[in-house]
């Protein structure tokens, strides 16, 4: 048996004069085999922080007009 996990985070962000708002975040987890619940609320917690802190050091080398306008 092993202990691997998945998890998925998805963010829902408004930028308003260069300022990034989270406005919703979604976080989805398959953990696997649990062993002890507390540390897997932490493992949780700490990759929600460390998706906030790639949310806010993102540099997108694209302007916005090319990306609109290939949707």
């Known amino acids: 048996m092993g202990y691997a996990s998945y998890s998925a985070c998805v963010a829902e962000v408004t930028v308003q004069n260069n300022v990034v708002k ?3 975040l979604v976080f989805a987890l398959n953990s ?7 540390l897997t609320r932490e ?9 906030l ?5 993102l540099r997108s080398p694209w302007k916005m007009a090319a990306l609109s306008s290939r949707i």
């Open 22 to 24: 989270v406005t919703r």
């Open 32 to 38: 696997g085999h649990v062993v002890n619940p507390y």
């Open 43 to 51: 493992q949780i917690e700490g990759s929600i922080a460390m998706a």
């Open 53 to 57: 802190g790639a949310i806010s050091c």
